[in-house]
Each structure stands twice: as C-alpha cells, then as structure tokens.
C-alpha cells in the first residue's frame, strides 16, 4: 500500500480509502490511486483486511443444486449482483432435504468469514433456522416479496382467459420456499376465477420427475370432469411430462394445456413451445444483496411476465 501511495503521490490513508470506496475521496484522485494500482500489480488482501474491519466483502451462497435452472441462474444473479455492490462470493452446496449436509456447508461459509449468507433453493424451516441461529445475516432469494405468487396467479390467469375451468398442479417438493409461494398464488387465483382444481402431483423439479407424474395424469385424462390443463411449478419438469404425454399419443394442447414456470431460454424450443412464467432473477438478486449489506437504496423488481406460446390454447371439452 505503501508502494500505491509513492507511485500515486497520496498518502496510505488515502489509498486506503479508496480501497474501501470512502466517499470523501475526489474523482481525480480515486483515478490517480486505481492506476498505480493497476501499474504496480496491486491486489487487496480481503483475509488481512477483514482482521482489520471485521468485514470480509464477501458474501456466501448457500445452494442446493445448480444443474437445474432455477437455481443456476439464481446464483449467477446474486454473483453479478454482488460484484456490483463492491462484493464477492463465495458458494456451497448442500442437499436441501439433508440437514446435516446443510450445517456443513453454513459452517464452510462462516469459517470463509462471509458477511452475509445468501440461500438459493432451500426448505422454509432451513431459512428459519438459520434466521435465528446464524452470526451473520440471512436472506433467501425470493424472500418475503410475493412475486412467487404472483407469477403462479398470472399463470391460472391466463389459463382462465382462455376459457379453461377445471386445472390441475403439479408441484415441486412439500417444504421449499419456491413451492410453498407457488401453491399458494396457485390456490388463491384459481378460486378468484372460479375454477376448480381436479388433481395434484409432485415431483422433485426435475425432468424425470415430470415424466413420472404422466401415468396420473393420463388417468385423469380419462374421466369426463378431468382437467383441461395443468399448470407445472417448473419448466424442467413440464418438459418431462410433456415428453412422456406425447409417447403417450396425447397431444399438447389439444387434449391439455400446459404452464410452466421460469421461461428458461430453451422453453421456447420445446415441442411445442411451453407457455411458462418469468421472474426478474436479477432484480431479485439486487434486492437480496442490498438487504444483507443493510444498504437503504430501494432495489426495483419488475413484475412477473408471461411467456404465452403453443402449449396453451382454449380448451376442447
């Protein structure tokens, strides 16, 4: 810092400040300090610093599975978002239905000296457990803002403007943030319009566990006062009963409707093209970040939106 300092023709306070994004500093002289930097191959040593301040600029990402999309692009978000509030991150991951597997990983975080945890895709008693008993603060992506609602209600909406009454769900596992918030927009919304829920399944947000539920949902097919369409919790999932309804020689959307939720980039080229919901992921992630670091800026979200395409139409009995 020393070397900084020479080279910048400043003292070491004031290339300290910099480094911490003091606000008294002028422009000219943040610009002055960064170049030195740069020119002498300066970097912050955030271990040393945090013995100094307490406060390490990096925030932990507790996740439990990035293969799947949601997830994934949850915590590409928070990364980005991080990064753009002077941050870092750090990730671990852990099986969410594993308790002992998620201590573990909130343990790896707090010995990393983070100064905040961050959670992606967990069980609504995993939040509230660490809420009351972690040394640092917690949030959940998606926490508390009722766009998960909101975009479930958008999705009965859209099914009831098209004239559909009687839907079915198929949802992902009892106990997650995502899936609770989900089925509730969902119950709320299809009693506002109406409708009537015929049946329900569940699977574990992926693919297969799609694929899985067709039997049932073939079966109710079968009787006259069966669903007309069905709105999935995920698109992975939708994917996967789509699929398996197809093998099945019933078609989509002819004999029924399908929603699903995230508009992942592929969900435009499934076959056919999914209808499915869209959440600002990355406003979410900026409103996470900010709350943890305690910063009093608003953080706008944009409203869910959805995606209609080929997988919806009006029903035909």
């Known amino acids: 810092m020393r070397d900084v300092a020479r080279a910048a023709g400043v003292s070491a306070q004031t290339v300290s400040r910099v480094i911490n994004d003091h606000p008294s500093i002028r422009p000219e002289t943040r610009q002055r300090v960064l170049e030195a930097m740069g020119a002498l191959g300066y970097r912050v040593n955030n271990a040393a610093r945090a013995l100094g301040t307490d406060r390490s600029r990096v925030l932990g990402v507790l996740a439990s599975d990035a293969t799947l999309f949601g997830p994934g692009a949850g915590i590409a978000a928070l990364e980005r978002a991080a990064r753009e509030a002077g941050r870092w991150v750090t990730t671990a991951y852990a099986d969410a239905a594993d308790q002992a ?21 967990q069980r609504i008693d995993t939040v509230a457990r660490l809420e009351r008993d972690a040394s640092v603060p917690v949030l959940a992506l998606h926490q508390g803002t009722g766009l998960q609602a909101d975009a479930a209600a958008l999705a009965v909406a859209h099914l009831a403007d098209l004239g559909h009454r009687r839907v079915a769900r198929m949802g992902g596992p009892e106990g997650w943030i995502e899936e609770a918030a989900r089925s509730e927009g969902f119950d709320t919304a299809v009693a506002a319009h109406g409708m009537s829920v015929t049946d329900r399944w569940s699977g574990d947000w992926s693919a297969a566990s799609g694929a899985a539920a067709a039997p049932g949902v073939l079966a109710a ?97």
């Open 221 to 317: 097919l079968a009787r006259t006062d069966g669903p007309t369409a069905i709105v999935v919790a995920n698109d992975q999932m939708a994917l996967g009963l789509m699929s398996a309804l197809a093998a099945a020689g019933r078609g989509i959307p002819s004999d029924i409707s399908v929603v699903g939720f995230d508009d992942n980039p592929d969900a435009a080229h499934y076959r056919p093209a999914l209808s499915s919901v869209r959440l600002d992921i990355a406003g979410e992630a900026r409103r996470c970040v900010a709350a943890v670091l305690d910063a009093t800026a608003p953080t706008a979200i944009d409203t869910p939106v959805l995606a209609a395409r080929a997988s919806t139409a009006p029903p035909t009995h």
């Open 101 to 121: 597997s998620v201590d573990a990983a909130v343990r790896h975080l707090l010995d990393q000296g983070v100064d905040g945890i961050l959670l992606v895709a």
